[in-house]
């Protein structure tokens, strides 16, 4: 996150913070490089021209000042966005990146929900695996089809997987055909556990200024500082995506033998291991925190990674799209540091 690693300056930790263990250990033998593990960042400090100066973090009991040329902020969605946040100062009193208004907006997620379960008449032998075994049926994923007569925009990328416990089988749907306890229910279960199937229908999701993230007013975390809060769901169009993609999936399941279907509901945007935006990159620094490069516009040498600075989502995973972003920004770090660090 930091350079200049040996420069750090020592004080005591905060009255009532919980003691954090922690060691720290050379990553690499050319000793350029040190990382700190079980550090856990409190603010991203700023002087008050508003240039970042080093990060504080707590670890070991002890809070320390990290002095630094220039910041990499790669914290995860939610983190990110906190993290900024709660880094408040003379040049940034509403959080560190934010006299703009605009950390935290255009939060965006591909939470699980609108899924459908088929029931087929033979074991389908699905109780091992991982979800990496599955099968992807892009064909109605973002423009991978004709738009003009749907009322809306992206699409769905249909998704079965063989991974599935033993317990899944006592929450499991009877299809309307028995009752959901009992013996009947018990029967049912005994003779089907093994002849459903429940898809991930993975969908586009659109930024929208009020789908945003910011500091929850009364939940803390151990260490007595807000924890993120989540105000978001899905808007008409991506509640379209998801009744078009249950269609489709529907079909599939028909197609593969299945005697019974099941449309589950499509659910709100909640937390999810796919969350985007919050810090969203673009060329206009009203309405976006990061610029092309992934660096600050109101912070010069503050730069984010990951999916919080992605603008919009398609119905894929985010993790190469993030990997390239990270490198794009790591690249012209190096190349201009001169510039970003002056």
């Known amino acids: 996150m930091t350079n200049a690693l040996s420069d750090r300056r020592r004080r005591p ?33 700023a002087d008050a ?38 880094s408040t100062s003379k040049a940034f009193p509403n959080g560190l990146s934010n006299n703009h208004g605009q950390v935290g907006r255009h939060y965006m997620s591909h939470a699980q929900g609108a899924s459908v379960t088929g029931l087929f008449p033979f074991d389908i032998n699905a109780w091992y695996g991982l979800p990496a075994q599955g099968v992807a049926v892009d064909n109605f994923a973002d423009d991978n089809f004709d738009h003009g007569a749907q009322d809306y925009i ?15 089988a006592a929450g499991m749907g009877t299809f309307g055909r028995t009752p959901s ?72 399941y028909k197609a593969a033998g299945a005697i019974a ?24 620094p009203e ?7 992934g660096f600050s516009h109101e912070v010069p ?7 919080s600075v992605m603008g919009t989502s398609g119905a894929r995973n985010p993790t190469l799209t993030v990997q390239a972003l990270a490198w794009r920004t790591a690249e012209y770090l190096a190349k201009n540091w001169k510039t970003v660090t002056v």
Request: charged share 20%.
């Open 13 to 45: 930790a905060p009255a009532g913070r919980r003691q954090v263990p922690a060691t720290a250990e050379p990553a690499q033998e050319p000793g350029r490089l040190k990382v700190v593990t079980r550090a856990h960042v409190t603010s991203i400090d």
């Open 49 to 86: 021209n508003g240039r970042i100066t080093g990060v504080t973090y707590v670890t070991d009991g002890q809070e320390f000042i990290q002095p630094a040329k220039a910041v990499l902020l790669a914290g995860y969605t939610y983190e990110n966005v906190r993290l900024l946040l709660l």
């Open 154 to 168: 992206g699409g769905g990328n249909l998704w079965v997987m063989s991974d599935r416990r033993p317990i899944a």
């Open 181 to 252: 306890w009992g013996s009947e229910w018990k029967k049912f279960v005994m003779t089907n556990a093994d002849r459903t199937n429940t898809s991930y229908l993975q969908k586009t999701t659109l930024p929208y200024e009020d789908n945003f993230l910011d500091l929850d007013p009364v939940v803390k975390d151990p260490l007595g500082f807000p924890v993120c809060r989540i105000t978001a769901d899905y808007k008409d169009n991506e509640r379209r995506v998801s009744l078009m993609a249950q269609e489709r999936m529907t079909e599939w």
């Open 261 to 284: 279907t099941q449309a589950n509901p499509i659910g709100t945007m909640g937390p999810t291991t796919h969350a985007y935006g919050g810090t969203r990159m673009g060329r206009n």
């Open 287 to 293: 309405t976006n925190v990061v610029n092309e490069w």
């Open 301 to 307: 040498n503050l730069g984010v990674l990951g999916a």
